[in-house]
């Protein structure tokens, strides 16, 4: 019941709100339903691996910067959530406080109970990741997470909305365009376009491929 109840909101969200403005209703929903005291959204860049952190609350200043951008192998970084969403798989980190791998999250690192980062698909194609953490006296079972995982699926389309709508990689659109080049002919500009969408389209499917390969 809980679960469909969540899937209800996260519709509700997604139709009555711009699909730029939708994430971070969408999270607080989830936040008040599964009583998490903290968490993120993280969304899947499949050009360069990686995810990027586009929404959270209750975060500590060294949460947000181990979860702003997270690529394999890099040790500033805590990749769990990546390994998860690779692996199609949601991680259920308990006695999280004691664990020396997991960083500082949040401010209260002591009444941490348990952390949990669930994967977010659109179909086969990897979406991103929900982080949420539970402080004491709260902690997270493998049913909640079954709850949660009905959802998800809602989750994504959001997502994926505001993606279609430029939301999300805007800033790092931004920052990889030649800013000393004049713009285009219109032909140009079209046979530029496309060069950019087939090449999204293959890093697309290499970031499928690797997913099934794990």
Not at 113 to 137: D, K, N
Request: aromatic share 4%; glycine share 6%.
């Amino acid at each position: 019941m809980q679960g469909e109840w969540l899937r209800d909101r996260l519709r509700e969200i997604a139709t009555s709100a711009a699909p730029e403005e939708a994430l971070e209703p969408a999270l607080q929903v989830i936040l008040e339903t599964s009583r998490a005291q903290a968490g993120a959204i993280c969304v899947f860049d499949p050009r360069h691996a990686l995810l990027r952190l586009v929404c959270e609350v209750g975060l500590s200043d060294e949460g947000c910067r181990r979860l702003r951008s997270i690529r394999r192998g890099d040790p500033a970084i805590w990749d769990m959530p990546l390994q998860g969403l690779l692996n199609r798989r949601a991680y259920l980190i308990e006695s999280a406080a004691r664990n020396r791998y997991v960083p500082r999250l949040v401010e209260q690192t002591a009444t941490v109970r348990t952390i949990a980062c669930l994967p977010l698909y659109a179909g086969p194609t990897p979406i991103g990741s929900l982080i949420l953490v539970a402080l004491a006296p709260r902690s997270f079972g493998e049913r909640d997470i079954r709850l949660l995982e009905r959802a998800m699926g809602d989750l994504a389309a959001i997502i994926e909305s505001v993606r279609r709508r430029g939301g999300v990689g805007r800033e790092e659109a931004a920052r990889v365009a030649p800013a000393s080049v004049a713009r285009p002919p219109a032909a140009v500009a079209d046979l530029a376009a496309e060069r950019e969408r087939l090449r999204g389209e293959v890093t697309a499917r290499l970031a499928e491929r690797a997913v099934l390969a794990a």
